[in-house]
């Protein structure tokens, strides 16, 4: 199989890589803790299967996390973002709420387990210099092929 053939979807074909970044709220070392660390892994790899992305590889450490995610060409690496971190904040304070409280003491509306920020950087397959060398060869490419059309306004048969 070719990147291509594992790489189709509905209406095209394209892959995204991403390197996703994040902290807990205040840098607290929430994930010192395994069992939390283990159910935020898990609440990772739900997400992932829920709202259809894969995720290459990820590193839970006790106040980030580090994810390396391959989207649809359709998903935004924000809303990734957004989706994880959402999606394991509810489930960790569904599951292990006793143990995140001594963290967050919000009322349940004001809470939350992730800070604002985020960092997100692209990973490809190929380095900027063979992307720019593609495509200057398909300009090359499409310059020996040229079509001449007899009407002026491009209307009529193509000749090739």
Request: positive net charge.
């Amino acid at each position: 199989m070719t990147v291509y053939q594992d790489n189709t979807y509905k209406h095209g074909v394209g892959w995204s890589i991403w390197h996703l970044e994040w902290v807990t709220k205040y840098r607290h070392k929430v994930f010192a803790d395994e069992e939390l660390k283990k159910l935020c892994g898990i609440a990772f790899e739900e997400a992932a299967k829920r709202y259809e992305f894969r995720l290459e590889e990820y590193e839970i450490q006790p106040e980030h996390v580090h994810v390396l995610a391959h989207l649809r060409p359709s998903m935004s690496p924000s809303e990734v973002v957004r989706l994880l971190k959402g999606y394991s904040s509810r489930l960790l304070f569904l599951a292990k709420e006793d143990r995140l409280r001594k963290f967050y003491w919000m009322p349940k509306t004001k809470r939350s387990l992730w800070g604002n920020g985020k960092f997100i950087a692209s990973v490809g397959h190929i380095t900027l210099e063979k992307a720019k060398e593609y495509v200057e060869r398909q300009k090359a490419h499409h310059t020996k092929t040229p079509y001449q059309n007899p009407h002026p306004l491009g209307l009529g048969s193509f000749n090739f």
